[in-house]
């Protein structure tokens, strides 16, 4: 018992800073592993999905069952997902990678199709007039173009993962999820309290990361934004004038 009464981990308090120093090292495996999962889930995500997108949109009579099939796998309960997905790749991280992959494409397809769809036609045309062929186009006009709602769907899913992460406690790879489950099961508030403030800590950290990516490369948007301001405060001043 610790020196002027019993110490947070006896009283079992939401807070307490003994928990984060005696555990540190359980923290770090499971924040590390929870990262680990969420990057490569979201990275297989786009790779699986960019050409998903490209298919459904070259071919439109396949882009209702692309998109439908995303959406179905969306819907499909997490717990069984990984029921279904364990007697394909055992219990091992692999579950969980392929549940948050699949989990993934129905926001990831539809960003991608989205930002190429909104690509306006007359710079399609003008790119083809320059002698740009298919592939040309679509990586050196189309692409950096639809960057915005691309990496827009990326934020989601990124967010979306490190979120869902958690349930691969089930098999035991849910990084910081683990936390939780076994801090729920035995009651150790501090546990489940830092482990899910640490996810949502995650979560936000990605989010804010990536959206310095997509600023850094997308700096046309910043400046049609500044444009939109100083013509809006003109407008105004004119008005008021």
């Known amino acids: 018992m610790a020196q002027g009464g019993p110490s947070c981990l006896e009283r079992n308090d939401w807070i307490c800073g003994e928990y984060l120093h005696t555990r540190s090292q359980e923290l770090i495996d499971a924040t590390l592993q929870h990262v680990g999962i969420t990057v490569v889930s979201v990275l297989l995500g786009l790779l699986v999905a960019f050409p998903l997108a490209l298919l459904a949109r070259h071919r439109r009579g396949v882009a209702g069952p692309v998109l439908g099939l995303t959406t179905v796998l969306y819907t499909v309960p997490s717990l069984a997902m990984f029921a279904l997905l364990t007697p394909v790749f055992g219990v091992s991280p692999s579950v969980v990678v392929t549940g948050l992959v699949l989990y993934s494409l129905t926001i990831l397809v ?40 691309l990496v827009a769907g990326v934020r989601i899913a990124t967010v979306s993962t490190v979120a869902m992460t958690t349930i691969g406690s ?28 640490l996810c949502v800590l995650l979560a936000l950290v990605a989010d804010l990361l990536l959206l310095g990516v997509q600023r850094l490369l997308t700096p046309w948007t910043r400046a049609r934004s500044k444009g939109h301001r100083v013509r809006r405060g003109a407008a105004v001043a004119k008005a008021v004038g």
């Open 110 to 149: 539809r960003n991608i199709l989205a930002g190429l769809d909104a690509v306006p036609a007359e710079v399609r045309e003008a790119a083809r007039g320059m002698g740009y062929g298919p592939a040309r186009l679509l990586f050196e006009v189309e692409l950096p173009l639809a960057l915005p709602a």
């Open 170 to 197: 089930v098999v035991g790879y849910g990084g910081l999820g683990n936390l939780i489950a076994s801090g729920l099961e035995g009651f150790f508030k501090a546990e489940v309290l830092t482990a899910s403030v």
